[in-house]
């Protein structure tokens, strides 16, 4: 995963993806969020559960542990990995869904710049990826510290270029499950490990080589190249 998505649906239309649109803090706002290449270190709406509310926030794409000050803060944790490993230790209980409309991944097709590729869902429903995080508290309110980062897979193959990475993608039964404090955290390792949702589930398409500079903004990164 390259490091790039898209979030131009409303707050409400994730929730309403994800099931759990009873109780709602949204920090966030109703209006369509518009953005299309969404860059890591900015700030990305998330959900989480505090209590037994569910919560949209805004929370800074990238994290790392405060003895790790020698490096970047990474954006992804790989799944094989993150729920043993001493870096993501400490936020691996706090789980949350970050949902999009897409990601961008770029392959090498040998011309002088990689190409990119939106992926999506075939059905055109919003993306509910597993994520963790140092995650805001409704009490003390946004922390110096707070970050997310989202967990990914190999693609084993299926999708785009057989190098790549994917975010692990749960369908919304299983993202309820996830964002649930109650569930135990050797069932969420299982989750992500084996029940993300497969390639067949998404579609994907050449879009502009533009998309690469964070600087555009603007619908048309979204467009297939044919339709531009």
């Not at 409303?10 to 966030?28: C, K, P």
């Not at 299309?36 to 990305?44: E, G, H, I, L, S």
């Not at 939106?118 to 922390?143: H, K, N, W, Y």
Request: proline share 8%.
């Amino acid at each position: 995963m390259c490091g790039r998505i898209s979030q131009y649906s409303d707050i409400r239309e994730y929730v309403a993806t994800l099931g759990m649109g009873d109780t709602l803090v949204n920090s966030v706002g109703d209006a369509p969020l518009e953005r299309y290449n969404v860059a890591p270190t900015t700030q990305v709406a998330l959900l989480h559960l505090q209590g037994e509310t569910l919560h949209a926030d805004l929370v800074r794409w990238g994290w790392r542990p405060h003895w790790a000050k020698d490096r970047a803060a990474p954006i992804n944790a790989r799944v094989e990995k993150v729920a043993h490993g001493q870096f993501f230790r400490a936020i691996w209980p706090h789980r949350a869904i970050t949902p999009v409309d897409n990601w961008f991944e770029w392959v090498d097709e040998g011309g002088p710049k990689k190409q990119p590729y939106l992926i999506r869902r075939r059905d055109g429903s919003p993306v509910l990826c597993a994520s963790i995080g140092q995650l805001p508290d409704s009490d003390e309110g946004p922390g110096e510290h707070d970050g997310f980062v989202i967990i990914t897979a190999d693609s084993a193959g299926g999708m785009v270029d057989i190098h790549d990475r994917r975010p692990v993608v749960l369908a919304p039964d299983l993202a309820r499950e996830w964002l649930d404090p109650a569930t135990p955290k050797e069932r969420a390792e299982q989750m992500v490990l084996h029940q993300g949702e497969p390639a067949e589930a998404f579609e994907w398409f050449k879009v502009n080589v533009s998309v690469g500079n964070v600087r555009n903004k603007g619908p048309e990164l979204i467009q297939p190249i044919s339709a531009q």
